[in-house]
C-alpha cells in the first residue's frame, strides 16, 4: 500500500499588504515618525503621502523629503 504524501503546504501571499496598513495608519493619526536609513542618517517629521517607491515626510521648519522605500532601514514613531 503507498505511503501517503503529506499535503503541500500554501504558498506565502506576495503582498500582505500590511505596510500600506501601517502607513495608512500613520498618515490619518498624524503621528511623527523617526525614519532611519540605511546609510544611518535620521530625519524625523509625518508622512504624508506613500507610494510603492516612496513616502514623502513633511518636516517642521525643514523642507520635505521625498524619501525611496529602498533607503529606508526602519521608520519608528516617536513619543
Same mark, same amino acid.
Given at each position: /500500500?503507498p #505511503?501517503?504524501?503529506? $499535503?503541500?503546504? $500554501?504558498?506565502?501571499?506576495? =503582498?500582505?499588504? =500590511?505596510? $500600506?496598513?501601517? &502607513?495608512?495608519?500613520? *498618515? @490619518?493619526? !498624524?503621528t511623527?515618525?523617526?525614519?532611519? /536609513? *540605511?546609510? !544611518? @542618517?535620521?530625519? #524625523? !517629521? %509625518? *508622512? @504624508?503621502?506613500?507610494?510603492?517607491?516612496?513616502?514623502? &515626510? %513633511?518636516?517642521? !521648519?525643514?523642507?520635505? &523629503?521625498?524619501?525611496?522605500?529602498?533607503?529606508i532601514?526602519? *521608520? =519608528? @514613531?516617536? $513619543?
Amino acid at each position: /500500500m503507498p #505511503t501517503p504524501q503529506p $499535503a503541500k503546504s $500554501a504558498r506565502p501571499p506576495e =503582498q500582505t499588504f =500590511q505596510e $500600506a496598513k501601517y &502607513l495608512k495608519e500613520l *498618515i @490619518e493619526s !498624524g503621528t511623527p515618525v523617526r525614519v532611519k /536609513m *540605511i546609510d !544611518g @542618517e535620521e530625519v #524625523t !517629521g %509625518t *508622512i @504624508e503621502y506613500y507610494d510603492h517607491s516612496f513616502i514623502r &515626510l %513633511t518636516r517642521e !521648519g525643514l523642507p520635505n &523629503l521625498f524619501i525611496f522605500k529602498h533607503d529606508i532601514k526602519y *521608520i =519608528q @514613531e516617536e $513619543a
